[in-house]
């Protein structure tokens, strides 16, 4: 199994890239605390009762949003539009105790929380590192690179990179190869992500020996 840090954040090179199945499949595994400090879209749609969903898990394992709008738009619009502000002071690092901690972000590195404000400043703000999800197929060469180079430049640690999506064997290998930032899994596409058994397909994916 792949050695995760205690405590990480989960962004992705796009918006519905799978970073919440991906996050699920952590929660799973370590049985770990589950965070999404910004949440968009709710209701209906809200990630923490995805990730309950497909874990299974109790609500002990989920910590409540900081902030949760309606509109399923970028958070600083989703916020406006409310007459709210998202402020990095609003957000404090909940305990999980001697569990992990997965945090998941809302969009990709970029997105804007207000003016001026982006996913990353929140991502150092927590001082966490990233777990970053990314496509598999064409197009996630540039999509990749350019959130590593996010993430360089602005002094975040990298975790490792999930893939997610059908086996290209060739962009995998160029990922790590071209970035320098390990590819930790593979995840298949799943055709049911609600019959998967979570615990074993994150033992398998984290496998350090798997085939990729």
């Known amino acids: 199994m792949a050695n995760l840090p205690r405590r990480f954040f989960v962004s992705g090179t796009d918006t519905d890239i799978g970073k919440t199945f991906v996050s699920a499949l952590c929660v799973a595994g370590l049985s770990a605390m589950y965070w999404k400090p910004v949440q968009t879209g709710f209701p209906p749609d809200r990630d923490r009762d995805t990730v309950q969903r497909l874990t299974g898990l109790g609500d002990d394992h989920f910590f409540p949003e900081r902030f949760c709008f309606k509109e399923p738009i970028s958070p600083h619009r989703a916020a406006e539009k409310e007459k709210s502000l998202i402020r990095l002071e609003d957000f404090v690092l909940p305990d999980s105790g001697d569990r992990h901690l997965v945090v998941e972000g809302a969009g990709g590195l970029l997105v804007p929380l207000a003016d001026h404000l982006y996913m990353t400043d929140l991502i ?44 290209h064997r060739d962009n995998l290998e160029d990922l790590t190869r071209m970035t320098g930032v390990p590819l930790l899994a593979h995840v298949p596409f799943c055709d049911d992500m609600q019959k998967q058994d979570l615990k074993a397909l994150f033992d398998s994916c984290f496998d350090p020996e798997a085939d990729r």
């Open 124 to 167: 150092r703000h927590l001082d966490l590192p990233v777990l970053l999800v990314c496509r598999t197929g064409l197009g996630t060469l540039n999509h990749t690179f350019l959130s590593v180079e996010a993430l360089k430049n602005r002094g975040i640690p990298i975790v490792g990179i999930v893939a997610n999506g059908p086996l």
